[in-house]
C-alpha cells in the first residue's frame, strides 16, 4: 500500500510539474528581437558570467531550477527501493536530459523562444544535483523503516511461536500427570469400594 501511494503522489506531482514548465518554456513571447540560437556547449554559460555576478546566479539558477524537481519526482513515481543508486541516478538523469531536449526541439516552433545547448546542460545539472541531494537519504530512510516494521513484527510471531511451545508443553506434561493420578485415585476408590478381599470362614469338622 504504501509503494502505491508513493508512485500516485509522484505521478501527480510529476504531471504537474511538467505542466508548470510547460507554461514557462512554450509560451510565445513578445519580444522585438531575440538572440540566435546557441549550439555550442558554455557559450550561453560564458555570456551569463559576463553580466555580472547577479545576473549571472539568477540566469545560471533559473537553469539548474527548471527541471530540478524530476530528480526526486521520477524516483517516487517508479517506488522503487531495491534500485542501485548509480543505477538510479543514470535513468533519472537521462529521463531529465531527454525532456530538457524535447523542450528546446519544441521552443524552435514558439515565437520569442530560441534553442540554446546550454540550458540542456543546466537542466540536466539540476536534476542530478537534485537526485543525489535527496533520494539516496529518502530511501534509505524508507529501507530502514520497513527493515524495523518487519523486524518487529517477526519478533513478535516468533516470540509467540515459541511461547505456544513453550505453554504447549506444560499442558501436556500436566495432563500425563494428570493421568496417572486420575487413574491411581479410580484404582484405590475401586479397592475401597470392594472393600477386604472375602476369607472362607472354617467350617468345623463333624465327629
Known amino acids: 500500500m504504501a509503494a502505491i501511494r508513493y508512485r500516485v503522489a509522484g505521478l501527480a506531482l510529476l504531471f504537474l510539474h511538467l505542466v508548470l514548465v510547460g507554461w514557462l518554456t512554450l509560451r510565445?513571447?513578445?519580444?522585438?528581437?531575440?538572440?540566435?540560437?546557441?549550439?555550442?556547449?558554455?557559450?550561453?554559460?560564458?555570456?551569463?558570467?559576463?553580466?555580472?555576478?547577479?545576473?549571472?546566479?539568477?540566469?545560471?539558477?533559473?537553469?539548474l531550477l527548471l527541471l530540478a524537481p524530476l530528480g526526486v519526482l521520477l524516483p517516487l513515481a517508479d517506488?522503487?527501493?531495491?534500485?542501485?543508486?548509480?543505477?538510479?541516478?543514470?535513468?533519472?538523469?537521462?529521463?531529465?536530459?531527454?525532456?530538457s531536449l524535447g523542450i528546446e526541439l519544441l521552443q524552435t516552433a514558439v515565437p520569442g523562444r530560441v534553442v540554446d545547448v546550454d540550458a540542456v546542460l543546466l537542466n540536466t545539472t539540476g536534476v542530478a544535483?537534485?537526485?543525489?541531494?535527496?533520494?539516496?537519504?529518502?530511501r534509505a530512510r524508507l529501507r530502514r523503516r520497513l527493515a524495523a516494521a518487519s523486524g518487529g513484527g517477526a519478533q513478535g510471531p516468533r516470540a509467540g511461536a515459541g511461547a505456544g511451545r513453550?505453554?504447549?508443553?506444560?499442558?501436556?506434561?500436566?495432563?500425563?500427570l494428570g493421568g496417572k493420578r486420575r487413574r491411581g485415585g479410580a484404582l484405590r476408590r475401586e479397592e475401597v469400594s470392594q472393600g477386604a478381599t472375602p476369607r472362607i470362614p472354617r467350617v468345623g469338622i463333624a465327629p
Not at 83 to 96: P, Q
Not at 129 to 138: D, G, I, K, Q, S
Not at 166 to 176: E, F
Open 166 to 176: 513453550w505453554s504447549g508443553a506444560g499442558p501436556v506434561a500436566g495432563s500425563a
Open 28 to 63: 510565445p513571447l513578445d519580444v522585438m528581437w531575440v538572440t540566435a540560437a546557441n549550439l555550442e556547449p558554455l557559450a550561453g554559460i560564458k555570456a551569463d558570467l559576463a553580466l555580472g555576478p547577479a545576473e549571472a546566479a539568477r540566469r545560471i539558477g533559473e537553469g
Open 129 to 138: 544535483l537534485a537526485h543525489l541531494a535527496v533520494v539516496p537519504a529518502w
Open 79 to 99: 517506488a522503487r527501493l531495491d534500485v542501485a543508486r548509480w543505477a538510479s541516478l543514470v535513468r533519472t538523469v537521462s529521463a531529465g536530459a531527454l525532456v
